[in-house]
Nanobody, 125 residues
Framework: QLQLVESGGGLVQPGGSLRLSCAAS????????IGWFRQAPGKEREGVLC????????NYADSVKGRFTISRDNAKNTVYLQMNSLKPEDTAVYYC??????????????????WGQGTQVTVSS
């Protein structure tokens, strides 16, 4: 059974950095697309970045271009979201989600069947 566990969230000052991790178990990343989504209070969940089973990545949020990157470590079966130059508007619960068959990226919440529990990121001075 596919399971996802996020970690790495926390409180950071504006301009700071965080790296979120999404550890997958039950399936290898070779067969999964992994998306990072976020949901701020009172807002809909939105796609941020995604990495496909072949390793290609897509950015779905213009607001994070040039600041956030996605990567994966196949040996650890883990996907990372590196967040730099953080802003207060990046404050949200961040979720990773997995999609297989097809294992290519999508920015739609409904395209992903498996979700992690979420990790809170708060950007504040």
């Amino acid at each position: 059974q596919l399971q996802l566990v996020e970690s790495g969230g926390g409180l950071v000052q504006p301009g700071g950095s965080l790296r979120l991790s999404c550890a997958a178990s039950g399936f290898t990343l070779d067969y999964l697309a992994i998306g990072w989504f976020r949901q701020a209070p009172g807002k809909e969940r939105e796609g941020v970045l995604c990495i496909s089973s072949s390793g290609g990545s897509i950015n779905y949020a213009d607001s994070v271009k040039g600041r956030f990157t996605i990567s994966r470590d196949n040996a650890k079966n883990t996907v990372y979201l590196q967040m730099n130059s953080l802003k207060p508007e990046d404050t949200a619960v961040y979720y990773c989600a997995a999609r297989r068959a097809p294992a290519y990226c999508s920015g739609y919440v409904t395209s992903f069947a498996s979700w992690g529990q979420g990790t809170q990121v708060t950007v504040s001075s």
